[in-house]
């Protein structure tokens, strides 16, 4: 345990020092293996690759791939459009299209990042230009794109399934509520606020050639979550085989469909794509070594000893779990921390009665509340570099949203009611 102490040391050292996480975990896989058993080397090849060797992996990047095409064919502003037609005309309008094309959007692309970089700009920019706080709409930007990595097709998830050996599509369907959960939780804290804080209401007159126009675009930007969700739940085809349909599909619409989307574009996509999973598949690789390591000194069952001594109040263990996850999430990337802790964790809590799923969701959860959380919150610093806003000015105006995000943090955790009982219903799980 001292030499695992003296490893963690390490990690964490190199990532403080500005090393990539996934050099990082590979300089402490090896420096290790170096420091308890040096002829273990050899075992060090066979686990970079057995730790990529996954089908479900694929989904990845063609998710990934799918949500750039949409983007870059401006398909994401017709759902904005969209929404817009039928929630704009309530006072605070606006900030209501925010929160619902974010979570629709959240079904096309499956990352946050995505969110802010499709639907941000235009987000933020009408809502200051309707009298908005410019502070309040970063803010309510970067609170609202935290729905995307949890509503299916969720990339994190993929990545968790991948990780611990669990069904995709149950844990699409585990995050779903909790993702939903968190919209709704916005959308009430915005209809509390609107008289109070003066909202406007979207006066902007369309003519019927216009609206049916609206709504076709819409209907067709939906189309892509349908096939998705639709495909999996009803047994088509896999996670991966369902990026696959996604790209298909997004790439008829941009070349065919709108004709906004060229070759040029897509080649671009693909090489910022590859660059993209190739540090992802690096940082999976490199921590296959090193949960290999951790298996073989039994770490975890060794940590499960440490925290069970501690107490055998589930409660209480979830609780300081959550405590743990959400400074986690401050710190370090999604992907990585999943890689690192869930298989760590995750057996820890198997043990005391904890249902995998709800456990998976539960890390999913705190983990994305991460990305909006100082000091070192992706999706935040990207909201307030696409809004152009102080950073300091917007987390004050995120208060109220960390708060809204705790409550659905602490429900999904004590409740698990919310994070199997779709998976349980549609069969995914027992």
């Known amino acids: 345990m001292i030499d695992f102490a003296i490893a963690m040391a390490v ?47 694929l989904a990845i990047p063609f998710f990934l791939l799918a949500a750039d095409v949409m983007i870059h064919s401006d398909i994401s502003g017709k759902l904005f459009d969209f929404v817009r037609l039928f929630v704009g005309r309530f006072r605070g309008g606006l900030a209501y299209v925010n929160v619902l094309a974010s979570t629709l959007f959240g079904s096309i692309s499956g990352t946050a990042l995505g969110d802010i970089a499709s639907l941000g700009q235009v987000e933020m920019k009408e809502m200051s230009k309707r009298g908005y706080n410019p502070d309040f709409a970063c803010a309510l930007t970067a609170a609202s794109s935290l729905q995307s990595p949890l509503v299916p097709p969720s990339n994190i998830a993929v990545l968790y399934a991948s990780v611990m050996g669990l069904s995709v599509g149950a844990l699409f369907l585990g995050g779903a509520l909790p993702g939903l959960m968190m919209g709704l939780s916005q959308v009430l804290y915005i209809f509390a606020i609107r008289k109070k804080k003066n909202f406007p209401r979207d006066t902007e007159k369309r003519t019927r050639k216009e609206i049916l126009a609206i709504i076709g675009h819409g209907l067709i930007t939906m189309g892509m979550p349908f096939i998705i969700v639709g ?24 070349f065919i469909v709108y004709r906004n989307y060229h070759v040029n574009d897509f080649f671009k996509s693909l090489r910022e794509l590859s660059r993209q999973m190739a540090d992802v598949f690096m940082i999976i690789s490199f921590a296959s070594v090193f949960a290999w390591i951790m298996g073989m000194e039994k770490i975890p069952d060794q940590i499960a000893t440490i925290m069970l001594s501690m107490s055998d109040n589930k409660y209480l263990l979830l609780l300081i779990v959550n405590i743990f996850l959400l400074i986690v999430g401050m710190w370090m990337d999604t992907g990585a921390a999943i890689i690192l802790f869930a298989p760590i964790l995750g057996p820890i809590f198997y043990q005391i009665g904890i249902h995998p799923v709800h456990f998976a969701v539960l890390m999913l959860v705190n983990l994305t509340v991460g990305l909006v959380t100082p ?6 610093y990207a909201a307030c570099s696409v809004g152009k806003r102080k950073f300091e000015n917007v ?30 219903v549609l069969g995914f799980i027992d």
């Open 11 to 57: 990690l964490i050292g190199t990532i403080l020092i500005g090393i990539p996480i996934s050099y990082s975990m590979g300089i402490t896989g090896v420096f290790y293996i170096l420091l308890v058993e040096p002829r273990f080397i050899a075992v060090v090849p066979s686990r970079l690759f057995a730790g990529i060797d996954q089908f479900q992996l």
């Open 231 to 254: 495909g999996i739940l009803g047994g088509f085809f896999t996670a991966t085989e369902a990026a696959n349909v996604a790209c298909v599909y997004a790439l008829i619409l941009g």
């Open 375 to 380: 000091p070192v919150g992706v999706v935040l």
């Open 395 to 424: 987390v004050r105006e995120l208060v109220p949203f960390f708060i809204l995000s705790g409550i659905c943090l602490l429900l999904v955790t004590y409740i698990p009611f919310f994070s199997i009982w779709l998976p349980q």
